[in-house]
């Protein structure tokens, strides 16, 4: 089956930082890798995701990039502010059949102000 | 639209005690998911349903039963609670539109103790 791999498990940096979260995976099939925001006491929730035939992908200050020869795929964050601050999940899956995603064991993101 | 809700939020159990867990979801999602996190474990899948009067095990099923007697309905069940399962528990669901979407949405979890 699939194994996700997630580094670091926790990353702390000043406001107006960088942030980057890294996954890999071990899985050749998979072809969708969601990213997952959960902050203290609430659900995770969907803040990107990129699909295997695309390289990379922007949302406003967020963006995904995935290799897929080196099966890794990133989460960066620019310009941090202290609401970033959340436990961020990857995950891996083949959107075919069941549809079962890997999540990895997550990055504890804290944005110092 | 109130999306995916658990019930109850909260519930502390006694060993040896047994509960039901209730998700439910108002969007005619196909699929529905049980899942457990557990502090640096992520989130573990413990079943799954791809339709009504479906369910499937996941990465973690022992010690738990499901049923999908209603579309929107996903019921968790444990017979005999043992402290192990303390956890806090998420429900989510996922209707495909192949090459558009494919997020699971989450409930907003049940927060469980066993003693």
């Known amino acids: 089956g699939e194994n996700v791999e997630q580094h670091p498990s926790t990353l702390s940096v000043q406001e107006g930082d960088s942030a980057v979260i890294k996954c890999t995976y071990s899985?050749?099939?998979?072809?969708?890798f969601p990213w997952y925001k959960q902050e203290l006491g609430k659900r995770p929730q969907l803040i990107i995701d990129?699909?295997?035939?695309?390289g990379e992908k922007k949302d406003q200050r967020i963006a995904v990039t995935l290799n897929k020869t080196a099966k890794h795929f990133s989460l960066h964050i620019t310009e941090t502010q202290p609401e970033d601050s959340a436990v961020y999940f990857c995950a891996a899956s083949w959107t075919g059949g069941s549809y079962i995603p890997t999540f990895g064991r997550g990055t504890s993101l804290i944005v110092h102000p | 639209n109130a999306g995916v809700t658990q019930t109850p939020k909260f519930r502390v159990l006694k060993t040896g005690q047994s509960m039901t867990l209730l998700c439910a979801q108002d969007m005619n999602h196909e699929y529905m998911y049980w899942y457990r996190q557990d502090p640096g474990m992520g989130l573990r899948l413990i079943h799954y349903?791809?339709?009504?009067?479906?369910?499937a095990k996941g990465e973690v099923p022992d010690g738990y039963n499901v049923s999908r007697l209603k579309k929107q309905n996903f019921l968790l069940g444990l017979e005999s609670a043992a402290p192990s399962q303390t956890s806090v528990y998420f429900c989510?669901?996922?209707?495909?539109?192949?090459?558009?979407?494919?997020?699971?949405?989450f409930g907003p979890g049940t927060r469980l103790t066993v003693l």
């Open positions: 899985d050749s099939a998979s072809n969708y």
């Open positions: 990129i699909r295997s035939n695309v």
């Open positions: 989510a669901s996922r209707a495909p539109v192949r090459g558009i979407t494919d997020t699971q949405y």
């Open positions: 349903s791809v339709g009504e009067g479906t369910t």
